[in-house]
């Protein structure tokens, strides 16, 4: 019932509120590593879950961004090497903390009261290595392996559809459409984008529009760029794509190994991106026909609160 509402507001032509930044909103407010909130701070993850619908966001994402079995298995030199130095289980942590972070969610919509009027849960998925990094995205046949696993887990702790977040490559992001569609889920997927309405790996996001025609994408957006490289894209996009599309940007810099936020005036040398001023980017996105607006990195409940009350 949940993704049903999501779908009649699209079929109608309805904005669709994304919510914000969720492992930066988490780490805003002093929980440091996702395990961290998942294992020892659940309450500040559920927390954040509920702020984002108290600010009327029709969607949540989950706490899972980058969270797979290979990002653990990279810090080893093999599955022996990890059984050797590890602790024990952590070939599965991974998929226990996707469980844990869905139940958050599904927690903080049922103590909202949400679940009867259809705020959705999407599960978020990112690509297998790190966003920001497409040279490093594995071969098409290892996604096609991989992404399955993660979309199963995804199923069985109980989202109500897939995001595909920050999507670098063509060819990962129809190897995890494809996944997804097989478990019988619904999906969206959102490219990362850069200057001149490019993925990051070099592909123009028109071509990866038509790329995913024919997979059964509900809808696909871009994430993850400044508020003007998410405007230049969206313009390609929606001349692509016939389909519903969308758009969320980050408001922040990112120095490693964490984000620093433009929206809070402590950290030096950044722009301050206020609601108002987010705000006013959002209009433009819906002018160009975005139906699914939100935030990406760095922006909070204030942000999505205001495009709640304008949009």
Same mark, same amino acid.
């Given at each position: ?13 309805? *904005?669709?509120?994304?919510?914000? &930044? ?26 954040? @879950?509920?702020?984002?619908? /108290? ?12 969270? %797979? ?22 070939? %599965? ?13 599904? +927690?903080?919509?049922?103590? #909202? &009261? ?8 999407? &599960? ?13 995205? =594995? /071969?098409?046949? !290892? ?7 993660? !979309? ?6 109980? !989202? ?7 999507? %670098? ?26 200057? %001149? ?11 990866? #529009? ?39 940007? @980050? ?18 040398? *950044?722009?301050? !991106? *206020?609601?108002?001023?987010?705000? +006013?980017? /959002? ?17 909070? =409940? ?10």
């Amino acid at each position: 019932m949940s993704y049903q509402r999501i779908q009649g507001k699209l079929a109608r032509g309805e *904005t669709v509120l994304l919510d914000g &930044g969720i492992g930066t909103e988490i780490l805003r407010r002093g929980v440091y590593w996702r395990c961290h909130g998942i294992e020892q701070h659940p309450e500040a993850v559920r927390q954040v @879950h509920l702020d984002y619908l /108290a600010a009327r966001a029709d969607v949540i994402k989950t706490d899972t961004f980058q969270l %797979n079995r290979r990002a653990y298995l990279n810090l080893f030199h093999g599955l022996e090497h990890m059984y050797r130095i590890g602790p024990p289980g952590l070939e %599965n942590k991974a998929a226990r903390l996707t469980r844990q972070a869905v139940e958050l969610a599904r +927690e903080a919509r049922r103590a #909202a &009261g949400k679940d009867s009027n259809g705020v959705a849960i999407a &599960g978020v998925i990112s690509p297998l290595e790190h966003s920001f990094r497409p040279d490093l995205a =594995p /071969a098409e046949e !290892v996604a096609r392996r991989e992404h399955p696993e993660i !979309v199963e887990e995804m199923k069985s702790a109980g !989202v109500d559809f897939i995001l595909f977040e920050s999507m %670098n490559t063509i060819r990962e992001a129809r190897a995890a459409a494809e996944a997804a569609r097989a478990a019988g889920l619904p999906v969206w997927v959102s490219f990362v984008v850069r200057e %001149n309405a490019k993925l990051l790996g070099g592909e123009p996001v028109a071509d990866a #529009a038509r790329a995913l025609e024919g997979l059964g994408v509900d809808v696909v957006l871009v994430n993850c760029a400044p508020i003007e490289d998410i405007t230049a894209a969206l313009g390609k996009l929606r001349k692509a794509r016939s389909g519903p599309v969308g758009a969320y940007a @980050h408001i922040g810099r990112y120095d490693p190994p964490s984000w620093k936020f433009g929206f809070y005036p402590r950290f030096s040398g *950044t722009e301050a !991106v *206020t609601p108002e001023k987010y705000l +006013e980017a /959002a209009l433009e996105w819906k002018k160009t026909g975005a139906q699914v607006i939100g935030g990406c990195c760095g922006t909070a =409940p204030e942000h999505i609160r205001l495009l709640g009350e304008k949009l």
